[in-house]
């Protein structure tokens, strides 16, 4: 008859070695503000990070641009490079930067929330199997030992 030892002898589960790690080293909270100037600080960094990175505030730094345009022109090349360098690049584009890192953030943020999913549904499935796989060890364990004990009745002698 084999024993639940001579089975486990066929297959050692071994978990992956992230699991183990996960374990060890949990993820760690963000630390906390301390201060209220600190959470002022962050919070008004924020609003005006967030006004700053739109399209609206891209449009109203060009128009606040275009006013010296013309002021530019006439003080000559390296008045007008400098307008453009200095006032039209740094003013208007980085208001399109921030608007182009937040949709390509968005994406980004979509895709790990995907893949999250996806993880978790292969996970599922990878469990959903070993539940199975575990049902039919027990069946073939009951048969196994049924056999065994058919075998070892019919090789007994016949009782007297």
């Not at 990070?49 to 641009?65: P, Q």
């Amino acid at each position: 008859m084999e024993t639940e030892s001579a089975r486990s002898a066929l297959f050692t589960h071994t978990p992956h070695p992230h699991i183990a790690n996960r374990k060890q080293h949990a993820p760690k909270a963000a630390a906390a503000s301390v201060g209220l100037a600190q959470r002022f600080n962050k919070a008004l960094g924020v609003k005006i990070t967030e006004a700053v990175g739109t399209m609206w505030c891209a449009y109203l730094f060009a128009a606040l641009a275009l006013v010296s345009l013309p002021q530019a022109i006439n003080g000559g090349t390296a008045t007008l490079v400098a307008w453009i360098a200095q006032t039209f690049i740094q003013l208007v584009l980085l208001s399109i930067i921030m608007v182009g890192q937040k949709i390509a953030g968005e994406a980004t943020d979509k895709r790990a929330i995907e893949t999250y999913n996806d993880a978790e549904a292969v996970l599922h499935e990878a469990l959903q199997i070993q539940q199975h796989l575990a049902a039919q060890d027990a069946i073939l364990m009951k048969l196994t030992e049924a056999l065994a004990a058919r075998e070892a009745s019919s090789a007994s002698p016949p009782a007297a």
